[in-house]
């Protein structure tokens, strides 16, 4: 038997994708934007909204954060129209929880009331850096269904966490630059949370759906090449 698709939801990067075929899954991602680095031809340039109402055997999801994050939700009173955006940032956030497969991951940031409000429930738990291997701050929540947790599986010492926070890049991801490329650095998948990832729910998967394949496969067929999202500002 050969397993379903699954489909990451969101990501150019390719950390949790690529993973996710080391170890034998036949996975795609897929973005507004072309993958970070062009050979990749396991990438699909279309609107998530659309692929995750496809079956799928597993759908990990990173949605845009900017209107939802509560670091932010006090742009909520100081900035016109920002009501409406998360309004629509939590529907698509909903979208990716409600796709289209028995196991689903949807991760963001920290929300703000108004947020969850909509989405009606918290996260399943959340995820540190430094709890995975990389002496960084930058707490990933996820909204999960029919996976289990992932706890620890690296955690860095006493001494790494000083050094970090002694030279400043323990909070990198907040002290980053403002520039174009800002909002990507931010959202960064730090290596060991794509390895955890790819290792517990690759291989959970792997367990309860079927065997690896040998090589991803082509689902690019009748697929729009791009769609537009009403999200007016990038992740």
């Known amino acids: 038997m050969s397993t379903p698709p699954v489909l ?8 949790i994708t690529q993973r996710l075929v080391e170890i034998g899954i036949n996975a795609v991602s897929c973005d507004i934007l072309p993958a970070d680095d062009p050979s990749r031809s396991n990438h699909i340039v279309c609107d998530a909204r659309q692929l995750v109402r496809e079956p799928w055997g597993m759908v990990i999801a990173h949605p845009p954060c900017t209107f939802l994050a509560n670091s ?27 796709a289209n497969s028995p196991l689903v991951a949807v991760e963001n940031p920290i929300m703000h009331k108004h947020a ?20 960084r701050t930058k707490r990933t929540c996820w909204w999960t269904k029919g996976l289990p947790k992932i706890s620890p599986t690296n955690p860095c ?20 630059t403002p520039s174009p490329d800002r909002w990507k650095i931010r959202s960064r998948t730090y290596d060991g949370i794509a ?8 291989n959970f ?3 309860n759906l079927g065997t690896p394949e040998s090589q991803v496969g082509e689902r690019k067929e009748n697929l729009p090449e791009q769609l537009e999202l009403p999200l007016s500002e990038p992740l």
């Open 8 to 15: 990451v939801a969101c990501e150019t990067s390719g950390q």
């Open 205 to 207: 998967f792997l367990s």
């Open 116 to 135: 969850l409000e909509i989405i009606g429930c918290k996260h399943s738990f959340s995820m540190q850096p430094y709890e995975h291997g990389d002496p």
């Open 72 to 98: 932010g939700v006090r742009w909520l009173y100081e900035k016109e129209g920002r009501w409406d955006d998360m309004k629509e940032g939590a529907k698509f956030f909903l979208d990716m929880l409600n």
């Open 157 to 176: 010492t006493k001494e790494e966490l000083d050094k970090a926070r002694a030279s400043k890049e323990f909070q990198e991801v907040w002290r980053a």
């Open 195 to 202: 390895d955890a990832v790819a290792s517990v729910w690759g």
